[in-house]
């Protein structure tokens, strides 16, 4: 059974950029597609962004100037980078797997702070 | 990005069926039968209970089903139980390699 596990600082300040990795278990990452995915306290999901392996990255338009997806196949991990953070950019962020989702990490809340 | 339009909020009897709607555009929704939805809990994170508008995983009981006509899917669920009490998302490929969600709807079992 294929496993997520995001992990990434417990606060970020605004204007800084906040970083996080997502590594898999029990599968490999040379295939399917990856997401991120945040949900602000109390509010509903926004898809942020995937890739498939291989293949360009794909990113939600109304992120897309701030947003870098990496992928390190060695490890079994992909990234997430948002620049410029503001207070807006506090949420869960979850990775998950296929064009369905059908997998999901457990999320990882990360307050931005002043 | 806007995204797919969901009730609010929907409610229901223990025993009782119903249905959640999920309203997209012909650049999701109507042209793509990429829609899935999931369900989630408090504190938890989501789970994928639909799949390409009416598949079903392994292991999600067949009370669940969907459908989709036009612009608007739907998720229906037969035999409400208590611990069906959650939020549900939609979500849908939209055109240019983009995914979204809808705004969510909370389910009570009355």
């Known amino acids: 059974q294929v496993q997520l596990q995001e992990s990434g600082p417990g606060l970020v300040k605004v204007s800084e950029t906040l970083s996080l990795t997502c590594t898999v278990s029990g599968g490999s990452i040379n295939n399917y597609y990856w997401s991120w995915i945040r949900q602000p306290p109390g509010k509903g999901l926004e898809w942020i962004g995937n890739?498939?392996?291989?293949?360009?990255?794909n990113y939600n338009p109304s992120l897309k100037n701030r947003i870098t997806m990496e992928v390190d196949t060695s490890k079994n991990q992909f990234s997430l980078k948002l620049t410029s953070v503001t207070g807006a950019d506090t949420a869960v962020y979850y990775c998950a797997r296929g064009k369905n989702f059908e997998f999901w990490g457990r999320g990882i809340l990360v307050p931005v702070s002043s | 990005q806007s995204a797919l339009t969901q009730p609010a909020s929907v409610s229901g009897s223990p025993g009782q069926s119903i249905t959640i709607s999920c309203t997209g555009t012909?650049?999701?929704?109507?042209?793509?039968?990429?829609v899935s939805w999931h369900q989630q809990h408090p504190g938890k994170a989501p789970k994928l209970m639909i799949y390409d508008v009416s598949n079903r995983p392994s292991g999600v009981s067949n009370r669940f089903s969907g459908s989709k006509s036009g612009n608007t899917a739907s998720l229906t669920i037969s035999g409400l139980q208590t611990e069906d009490e959650a939020h549900y998302y939609c979500s849908s490929y939209r055109h240019s390699d983009t995914w979204v969600f809808g705004g969510g709807t909370k389910l009570t079992v009355l």
């Open positions: 012909s650049s999701d929704i109507g042209d793509y039968n990429y």
């Open positions: 890739f498939y392996y291989n293949e360009a990255t």
